[in-house]
């Protein structure tokens, strides 16, 4: 299962991705944040009703950049590929 855990201390554990997160993104809202990483996957999460909206992957590389547009209606993502 995908979704977030919010431990007693009040952080939240994104649980999902099955490698290590190299990417992380937020909306100009802080409500939304995007992850990528290891497992070639990215995902959006909405943070304040802790689930996951959506994911895609696994790509051909590991995700190692993020950005949402200044509306947040676009999330751009980038990978190792051509470095």
Known sequence: ?????????GVLELVGHTEAILAVALDDTGKLAATGGLDRSVRVWDLEAGKLLWSAGPGDEAVTTLVFDPA???????????Q
Do not use: S
């Open 1 to 9: 299962m995908l979704q977030i855990k919010k431990l007693p201390d």
């Open 72 to 82: 947040g209606e676009t999330l751009a993502a980038g990978d190792r590929a051509y």
